[in-house]
Structures are given as structure tokens and as C-alpha cells.
């Protein structure tokens, strides 16, 4: 009785122990990428002569970074956001 108690606990914890892994192997959006991301943006905003507000949301349409180039309009940072979280909001 022991032992079929003690192995039906084992095996419960690991089945958890196995979802729980897999959530964390989910991807994560982290600063670091998100600055390299936007960095790429401005780049080629830049190359095209483009001025832009970039703002780059997590899968979960929280704001990870913003930036505002020089002269953008003002009126594209709310546009700029509204953009992100459409996108955020799209199945990959």
C-alpha cells in the first residue's frame, strides 16, 4: 500500500514537474532583445529617411520599449502603440 501511495505521489509530481517546464520554455521577450529590435527599426528608418516613434510590446500586449526618433510626429506615439497591440493580439 506504501509503495503503490509512494509511487502514485512520484508520478503525479513529475507530471507536474514536466508542465511546469514546459511553461518555462515558453519564449520570453527580454530588454535586451527588445533594444535590438528597435534598434533594427530605427536603423532602417533612418536609411529610408523615415521618422518614427517604435514600440515593442511582449506576447502578453505589455510595453517592453518604446523610442521616439528625433521630429516624429507626436501624434504617431498613441498610433504607434495602437499598431503594437494589434500585433500582440495576432496568433503566430
Not at 509503495?3 to 518555462?24: F, Q
Not at 510590446?57 to 497591440?85: C, P, T, V, W, Y
Amino acid at each position: 500500500m506504501k509503495k503503490t501511495l509512494l509511487s502514485m505521489t512520484l508520478t503525479t509530481l513529475l507530471v507536474a514537474a514536466g508542465s511546469a517546464a514546459a511553461i518555462e520554455q515558453r519564449p520570453i521577450l527580454t530588454l535586451e532583445v527588445a533594444k535590438k529590435m528597435a534598434a533594427a527599426c530605427e536603423a532602417r528608418a533612418k536609411q529610408e529617411g523615415w521618422k518614427m516613434n517604435i514600440a515593442i510590446l511582449d506576447s502578453g500586449g505589455n510595453l517592453k520599449h518604446f523610442s521616439r526618433m528625433d521630429d516624429s510626429f507626436l501624434k504617431s506615439i498613441e498610433i504607434a502603440m495602437i499598431k503594437a497591440q494589434t500585433s500582440a493580439g495576432l496568433p503566430l
